[in-house]
């Protein structure tokens, strides 16, 4: 582990020196590119400095034990040794946290979908719910969510709803959500007060860049039509809106939510090259023997990720056995602890995974 921490800290001073030099700083895309390396690795870098001044204090400590004969000093390096102790057992859990390989779609913004499944119009209800629940999470993560594509419910909420999100991390933050909410609470529409189960399917991908999907344009049909609004209204009568459909592999994405035409296709675009990456990893894994259930599964209300119990006021994330009693503060997007614990469940088996 020394020698990777070692190894990173060259790296971080050698970034610091390449980001003063003034080529660098004129190519503003490899400056971004460095910049963020450099951000990254003195998360790395800071914690080691700690953890190097630890290990150096016990050594320290250790020889005074073995040289002095003082017992006052004596006792005092033995203090010293018990609280130095944990503190170096607890910055080498933070390293080996810090030095698990990072997908790198993590840091990217995303494209979020949400489907209604089992349920009907109750479904699709459940899928406005889970929109409004990203929409006050990206609030508080500073991100901006913005609709691109959708399909209402015929009593409300959404069939479909497409939106892309941007901002800090946002795909390695929201990927944990991918997988199907099923929902239980007594329908607006029902007379008899009975609880009803229903569900939706959530699917997170990474937005990819012009140059890490190759696309052959001349596999893309394009069709343009109007726009509308969520609920019915009309946004323009100009025909902005775009859809794009990808003949080799049949996948139809869209987008409406721009006036500007051009806007609109470069979001579809995006949107396109995301699919086709997620389509792409598909393959990969099934071919080394990882390959697990699909992000959307089957939209049925028993291939489940999450509960949200209404009667009960209980929130249950079915991958960690979590749950939690304040219904009203998740649906108003404070889902941050349940992404934390999967985010710890996933590194922990990506340790276990390395050491086996």
């Not at 390989?101 to 719910?129: H, V």
């Not at 029902?190 to 890490?212: F, I, K, N, Y």
Request: proline share 3%.
């Amino acid at each position: 582990m020394i020698d990777k921490l070692e190894e990173i800290a060259r790296r971080y001073e050698e970034v610091e020196q390449l980001m003063s030099q003034p080529d660098v700083v004129a190519d503003m895309d490899n400056y971004t590119r460095l910049s963020k390396e450099y951000k990254e690795l003195g998360k790395v870098v800071a914690v080691y400095k700690e953890y190097k001044n630890v290990l150096s204090n016990i050594e320290s400590a250790k020889e005074v034990l073995k040289t002095e004969k003082d017992p006052e000093f004596r006792e005092m390096a033995k203090m010293e040794l018990d609280e130095l102790e944990p503190q170096k057992e607890k910055l080498e859990e933070e390293l080996k946290q810090l030095l698990i390989p990072k997908d790198p779609a993590d840091s990217k913004n995303a494209i979020l979908e949400i489907r209604a499944g089992a349920g009907g119009d109750e479904a699709a209800l459940f899928a406005g719910d889970l929109l409004r629940m990203y929409q006050k999470f990206s609030e508080k993560m500073g991100w901006k969510l913005a609709i691109t594509d959708f399909v209402d419910g015929t009593a409300g909420g959404f069939s479909k709803v497409v939106a892309n999100v941007t901002g800090q991390d946002v795909y390695g933050t929201l990927k944990y959500e991918s997988g199907v909410h099923r929902v239980q609470r007594v329908p607006a529409t029902e007379t008899q007060g009975r609880v009803h189960t229903s569900a939706a399917s959530v699917v997170v991908l990474p937005e990819m860049d012009d140059v890490e999907v190759e696309l052959d344009m001349n596999d893309i049909r394009r069709d343009e039509f109007c726009s509308s609004g969520p609920g019915g209204q009309s946004v323009n009568t100009t025909y902005s809106a775009i859809r794009l459909t990808h003949l080799p592999t049949g996948i139809v994405v869209q987008c409406q939510d721009q006036k500007s035409k051009l806007k609109n296709y470069d979001k579809a675009l995006k949107e396109l090259k995301s699919r086709l990456y997620a389509l792409e990893l598909q393959k990969q894994q099934e071919e080394v023997g990882a390959e697990r259930k699909s992000m959307i599964g089957s939209g049925d209300r028993s291939d489940k990720i999450r509960t949200y119990n209404y009667p009960q006021g209980r929130v249950t994330d079915h991958r960690i056995g979590k749950s939690v009693h304040n219904l009203p503060a998740v649906m108003d997007g404070d889902i941050m602890p349940f992404i934390e614990e999967l985010r710890l469940a996933e590194n922990a088996e990506k340790m276990k995974a390395g050491q086996s």
